[in-house]
């Protein structure tokens, strides 16, 4: 099993432009969220997703959208990059209501 | 939102030693916990879970302590070593619901 994948590793964007993050799991888990890191701050929860084509928002949902039209799948799009959106962002996966599986994250700088 | 928190952001042992990190937690409907280690560029790696039924759990080197009654966990690392040197965060569920809430972290360095 690879776990959680993420891609891209890193990523620079300049304000206003877009841009999806891409994590896939091959767990056949069914709970999948995406988080972001700030220094000083622990994870955020930002969307979750409890199964294919559902998903719900988090504690900071404003300025992402996600959606879940497979298991596997649970890309976040960036609409319009703001600085403050600089951030190291992690998918998660798990089954029930057991530990997550974090993927390697994203590190996204917005210029 | 949940307040998770640890005691002290930086901890320094020497190799060999006992580690013991702290996490304060606010909800007392918080029944599952979890320690996590992130080593620097990595992703949170799970460590130990706890239920809020028990109060100690162990793994290989690793102990769990869960005092409810003063809403405290702690991560015990026994015979530490250079490997260990990592921020570690401790993670509260509420009430089986779906959102975890997490601690900002202990940078522990193990001194050689």
């Known amino acids: 099993n690879a776990g959680v994948t993420q891609t891209p590793k890193f990523q620079v964007l300049k304000t206003g432009q877009s841009m999806t993050l891409q994590c896939a799991q091959d767990m056949n888990h069914e709970y999948m969220s995406w988080y972001r890191q700030d220094p000083g701050m622990g994870l955020r929860l930002i969307h979750y997703s409890v199964g294919a084509g559902i998903t719900d928002q988090g504690e900071v949902p404003n300025g992402y959208n996600v959606s879940r039209s497979t298991t596997e799948d649970f890309p976040l799009r960036l609409l319009s990059a703001a600085p403050s959106q600089t951030s190291v962002y992690f998918c998660?996966?798990?089954?029930?209501?057991?530990?997550?599986?974090f993927g390697p994250g994203t590190r996204l700088t917005v210029l | 939102g949940e307040s998770v928190g640890l005691h002290l952001p930086t901890l320094s042992v020497q190799e060999g030693d006992n580690s013991i990190i702290n996490c304060a937690y606010s909800n007392s409907a918080s029944d599952y916990f979890i320690w996590y280690k992130q080593e620097s560029g990595k992703g949170p790696q799970f460590i130990i879970d706890i239920r809020s039924n028990m109060d100690k759990r162990q793994g290989q080197r690793v102990t769990v302590l869960l005092n409810k009654t003063v809403k405290h966990l702690s991560l015990q690392i026994a015979a530490t070593q250079p490997g260990d040197s990592a921020v570690y965060f401790c993670?509260?569920?509420?009430?089986?619901?779906?959102?975890?809430?997490f601690g900002t972290g202990t940078s522990l360095t193990v001194i050689p």
């Open positions: 993670a509260e569920r509420v009430n089986t619901g779906n959102q975890f809430y």
């Open positions: 998660a996966s798990r089954k029930g209501y057991n530990e997550q599986f």
